[in-house]
Nanobody, 124 residues
Framework: QVQLVESGGGLVQAGGSLRLSCAASGRTFSNYAMAWFRQAPGKEREFVAAISRSGGDTYYLDSVKGRFTISRDNAKRTVFLQMNSLKPEDTAIYYC?????????????????WGQGTQVTVSS
């Protein structure tokens, strides 16, 4: 059984920073790409960032490029999302996901496992 547990969310003012963490257990962590998605109230789940198995390749939603950084520590079985210069439109529940195999990095249906989510709220 794969379990993903997010942490690090909270309430910050616009321009502030947060670092999200996702701790994984179960199948071999280094064999799978990881990603962060988010979902705001009343909106569809949205791709935010992804990282390849080794960490050598990263992918980002255009609106977070230059502000967010995804990274991973395979020895610690953990993926991170450093979020800087936060904006109110970043407010959402952020979910960690583990990719199932070959296919799109940005489509949620290509991911096998999901965490419970962590709330990020950015005030004006």
């Amino acid at each position: 059984q794969v379990q993903l547990v997010e942490s690090g969310g909270g309430l910050v003012q616009a321009g502030g920073s947060l670092r999200l963490s996702c701790a994984a257990s179960g199948r071999t962590f280094s064999n799978y790409a990881m990603a962060w998605f988010r979902q705001a109230p009343g909106k569809e789940r949205e791709f935010v960032a992804a990282i390849s198995r080794s960490g050598g390749d990263t992918y980002y939603l255009d609106s977070v490029k230059g502000r967010f950084t995804i990274s991973r520590d395979n020895a610690k079985r953990t993926v991170f999302l450093q979020m800087n210069s936060l904006k109110p439109e970043d407010t959402a529940i952020y979910y960690c996901a583990q990719k199932g195999g070959l296919g799109s990095y940005i489509r949620s249906d290509y991911y096998d496992y999901w965490g419970q989510g962590t709330q990020v709220t950015v005030s004006s």
